[in-house]
């Protein structure tokens, strides 16, 4: 009787967000080997099954394991996952590139844009790699690691990917009895709304810092959506994608949830501690804050209108203050609801 080989699936890197999908496909029945950067990340996987430096109370499954290298990660892999920070994608995936095989399905994780030259990240993907688009994928959702990693049921993600039945691949090896993805074929879509929602959060995080309620969080998450449609929509996207899983659910869950990293930014601004002082209490990497001029450039190139975000950018960029972004957001001229 022929015995079929496992999906397997190769993990860069081992970070919150990718040691959660690491576990999501090897509780799946994907084999999965984890790239981490430390070697004491990487040994204490493999000999206590844990994640020591993110989630050292989590135990992982048998079929995960980890390694410092990149070929011996990538070697016969079926997925390349990549879950790191997308100002680093190009600089690392020029290194890793040459072990990718050929027949590899790259998943992006990622939610930022980046910041010289305003790509997307299956865009720097396909340019560094020179893999064609219908091998590189994108999953993105409401996606909070430590409600992942406790194993709470969520219909959490989008797999998005131009080959339909690529998508299917990657839907079928992360679908456990609590993470049920969906599939589309709208790859800008989804990843400008798991970028763009970083830089609405922001906001959402310091309106809660400086103490305002539900009603400014509902106002900004609205209108947030709407500011990301309207670019989305201009860059080609299908305006459904923004209402689904990718759009609106992962802008409410990073709006709202003191799980998310950039909301836990924008509240220490709102709070009045300044960029430096907000980095180092947040501790992890912030993409909002990252790809917010980015992103305020791809709405200049579009002639979108996005105030949000242009308010964000510029309290980041210290051109106005805390007090100068609430009063620009609520002075704008009154006008229909589009």
């Known amino acids: 009787m022929l015995q079929h080989r496992s999906a397997r699936a190769a993990v860069f890197s081992a970070g919150s967000w990718g040691t959660a999908v690491a576990k999501i496909m090897a509780d799946a029945g994907t084999d999965v080997i984890v790239h981490a950067r430390r070697a004491?990340?990487?040994?204490?996987?493999?000999?206590?099954?844990?994640?020591?430096?993110?989630?050292?109370?989590v135990d992982l499954p048998e079929t995960l394991t980890a390694t410092t290298d990149p070929a011996a990660a990538l070697e016969n892999a079926d997925f390349l996952v990549l879950s790191i920070p997308a100002q680093s994608l190009r600089e690392s995936l020029a290194v890793w590139a040459p072990h990718i095989g050929r027949d590899t399905i790259i998943v992006s994780?990622?939610?930022?844009?980046?910041?010289?030259?305003?790509?997307?990240?299956?865009e720097v993907i396909t340019e560094v790699t020179g893999i064609p688009a219908h091998r590189v994928a994108v999953l993105s959702g409401p996606n909070l690691a430590r409600e992942i990693m406790a194993g709470q049921p969520a219909a959490a993600a989008t797999v998005a990917c131009s080959d339909e039945a690529a998508a299917i691949r990657i839907q079928r090896a992360c679908h456990t009895s609590y993470f049920r993805p969906y599939t589309s074929t709208d790859v800008t879509g989804c990843e400008l709304g798991g970028a763009v929602k970083n830089v609405i959060a922001l906001a959402g995080g310091i309106a809660a810092g400086m103490g305002l309620g539900h009603n400014a969080q509902a106002m900004l998450i609205t209108r947030g959506l709407a500011e990301t449609t309207r670019l989305a929509v201009a860059m080609g996207a299908y305006p459904g994608t923004l209402a689904g899983l990718a759009g609106l659910g992962d802008l409410v869950a990073t709006c709202s949830s003191p799980l998310s990293r950039n909301r836990t930014f924008g509240t220490h601004l709102g709070m009045g501690l300044s960029i430096e002082?907000?980095?180092?209490?947040?501790?992890?990497?912030?993409?909002?804050?990252?790809?917010?001029?980015?992103?305020?450039g791809l709405a200049h190139a579009y002639g979108i209108d996005m105030p949000i975000t242009d308010v964000v950018t510029d309290l980041l960029n210290g051109k106005i203050t805390l007090a100068q972004a609430t009063a620009a957001l609520m002075q704008r001229p009154p006008k229909p609801e589009r």
């Open 40 to 57: 004491e990340i990487a040994d204490a996987i493999n000999t206590t099954r844990r994640n020591v430096g993110y989630f050292p109370d």
């Open 109 to 122: 994780l990622m939610k930022g844009i980046e910041r010289e030259t305003g790509l997307r990240a299956s």
């Open 277 to 296: 002082e907000a980095t180092r209490a947040t501790r992890q990497t912030t993409e909002g804050v990252k790809s917010a001029q980015a992103t305020l």
